[in-house]
Each structure stands twice: as C-alpha cells, then as structure tokens.
C-alpha cells in the first residue's frame, strides 16, 4: 500500500478510494477530507466513471473522526471542528451529487464519521465483523456528515433518535435487518462481493441508473405529483438515448442488453 493517506486507481469503470491510514483505523482528519473531496470532485468530471467504491485499508474501514487535533486545539477546538467538517460535509454532498454509484465496502469499525461515510453512499456491502456506532454522544456532541439525514430516512425517527441517541453499535447482521446496510458476507469474500456488485453496475445503463440514484434519494422530500413529474422527465429524456433503444432491441431478441 502507498505512503498516501488516499490512495486511488481506476479500471473498467470502476474508481476505487482507499482511506490508507491503518495505524489510526483510518480515522478522518481534515487533510483526509480534503483529499477526499478533491478525488470527488474529480470524479464527477470523468465520464469513463461509472461507479465509486470505497474501503479502508488495515483493520477498518473508518474508524471516526480523528479526534487528536480537537483535544490538541482546547479552547481553540471550535476552530479545529471546522476546519474538519467543511470538507467532510463537501464529501457527503459530493457522493448524493455523483451521478455515479457509490459503493461502501465495510469491514471492522465504522464508527462516527465512518458510519457517516457508509450510510451516505448508495450501497453498503459489510463483513461479518463490521460493527456501525455512532459514537458522538460519548464525546458530548451530535452527529453530522448527514448522520441524522440518512438514519431518519432508513429507519424512521423514533428508531433513529434511539440508536443515535444510546449510541449502541451495531453488528452488520442487525444493521441489514434494519434495512441500513445491504449486504453482509464473510471477511475473506468482502473484496470478491463489493467488487462483483461495482462490476455489475458498472456494466449498465448509466444514464437510467443516474437518473434513478436522482429519482430515489429525492423521493422522502417529495409530493407524489413531484416525483411522478421528475420521473415522466427522467423518462422522456432516457427513451431518446442509445440505451434504451438497445434495451428495446434486447428484450424483443430475447437476449441481454449490452449497453454503451
């Protein structure tokens, strides 16, 4: 593994983001951050990116916020939060904005700003051993990186105000039967699994699955007139491209579609 705290590689359509800080179970600090959103950002300028996935190098996929520089900071520690969470709050809108996929790929702690990161993408694929916390109570503050935002949406708010506000983790067995996760394997077959679901969204017609991440995570702050609009337009404008008309051509040959 490289000497980046980021390390990331591309092929077949598929961006893959390491957190490469194992001595500190990849806990996010704000040159972490910043070097995140900038991979982001370039991301979402490279159209041969069809889905993101990303995983933490070492013994956990991420294990919070690194909290060193705000004990350092003492009365100075509002200053220290913020020079944090501006980046990490520009990761968390980058992922909703990418019309790509992000995958998570989830092993041992993910913990505060971790499962922050997780719950924001739009698959999460864990090992047996991946254990979600909130943690932020235990240092005296709420959550953010959209902490309340995703668990409101995927367990409602009298589950979601419990589990924040105890802060009792989770394995990745209860996580999925909360809907909050999607998929839990064994810890050797992680890889082969997150990677085989990135492949095979890799392989489909983007612009359909871009307009439908849209058309999903839109729809809890939606009237039904709205989002019956903004699906007639996602589907209007679909039925004009290439994929669709080999979907078509697909379906009557009785084949699979091979889309561009």
């Known amino acids: 593994m490289s000497d980046e705290i980021l390390v990331v590689s591309q092929a077949g359509g598929v961006a893959e983001i390491t957190f490469n800080r194992p001595a500190q179970l990849n806990a996010i600090d704000h040159h972490l951050a910043e070097r995140l959103a900038s991979a982001l950002a370039a991301i979402a300028d490279d159209a041969a990116v069809r889905v993101v996935l990303l995983k933490g190098a070492g013994r956990a996929f991420m294990a919070g916020g690194d909290l060193s520089a705000f004990r350092a900071a003492g009365e100075r520690a509002p200053q220290a939060v913020e020079q944090l969470i501006a980046p990490f709050h520009q990761v968390i809108r980058s992922i909703r904005a990418l019309r790509a996929m992000v995958i998570a790929q989830v092993h041992g702690a993910a913990a505060g700003g971790g499962l922050a990161l997780a719950l924001a993408c739009d698959f999460v694929v864990a090992s047996e051993d991946a254990v979600f916390t909130p943690a932020y109570l235990r240092i005296g503050t709420n959550p953010d990186g959209g902490t309340t935002w995703s668990t409101v949406r995927l367990l409602g708010e009298r589950r979601a105000l419990e589990w924040l506000m105890l802060g009792e983790p989770l394995s990745a067995a209860e996580a999925a039967r909360l809907g909050l996760i999607n998929r839990v394997v064994a810890r050797e077959a992680l890889e082969q699994e ?10 489909g017609p983007f612009e359909a699955q ?10 809890g702050s939606s009237t039904l007139d709205e989002q019956m609009a903004a699906e007639a337009a996602g589907f209007l404008a679909l039925s004009a491209g290439a994929d669709f008309r080999e979907g078509l051509a697909a379906f009557f040959e009785r084949r699979e579609p091979r889309f561009g």
């Open 210 to 219: 871009a307009s439908l991440k849209s058309l999903i995570w839109r729809a």
């Open 194 to 203: 997150a990677r085989a679901l990135a492949a095979r969204l890799a392989a």
